[in-house]
C-alpha cells in the first residue's frame, strides 16, 4: 500500500478513449494499441489535498481501508455483493500499483494543459448540495 502512494496515479483525463481493457489481464491485447491521455499526475494523498481546498474541507486525507472493509460499505449502502466486486479489485490494483503499470511504460510525451487544481465546476457543484 505504500507503494501507490510513493508512485504518481494519473486522475485526469483529456478524454474518454483510453481503452479500458488496458487495466486488466484478461483483455485480449493482440493488435490493441493504446494512446494515454493525461493531463495531471497526482498521489491519492495530493488529489484530497486539492479537492479538500476545493470545498473548504483543508484536512480531508485519503484513506487507506481494507478489501474487506470497501465491500461491505458498498454492500451496505449501494451494490450486491456480484457488482461490488469489480470497484474493490479496482481500489486493490490502484494501490498496489498493478493499475497504472501500462501506463507508466506508455506514459504520454506530452501532459494535457487541463488541471485538477484549476477545476471549478466540481467546489460549486459539492457547495450546491
Not at 494512446?35 to 498521489?43: H, I, N, Q
Not at 488529489?47 to 470497501?70: N, T, Y
Not at 506514459?107 to 459539492?126: L, N, W
Request: proline share 3%.
Amino acid at each position: 500500500m505504500v507503494l501507490a502512494e510513493r508512485r504518481k496515479t494519473s486522475v485526469v483525463w483529456d478524454t474518454w478513449r483510453v481503452d479500458p481493457c488496458t487495466l486488466w489481464s484478461s483483455c485480449d491485447f493482440v493488435g490493441r494499441k493504446v494512446r494515454y491521455l493525461a493531463s495531471d499526475e497526482l498521489t491519492c494523498n495530493e488529489l484530497a489535498g486539492i479537492i479538500g481546498e476545493a470545498i473548504g474541507k483543508p484536512d480531508l486525507k485519503w484513506v487507506i481501508v481494507s478489501d474487506e472493509e470497501m465491500q461491505s460499505a458498498l454492500i451496505r449502502f449501494v451494490m450486491s455483493k456480484q457488482i461490488a466486486v469489480g470497484p474493490v479489485e479496482m481500489n486493490a490494483n490502484l494501490h498496489n500499483g498493478s493499475f497504472v503499470e501500462d501506463y507508466y511504460r506508455n506514459r504520454p510525451a506530452v501532459m494535457g494543459k487541463a488541471k485538477i487544481k484549476d477545476e471549478k465546476e466540481f467546489a460549486a457543484a459539492f457547495q450546491k448540495n
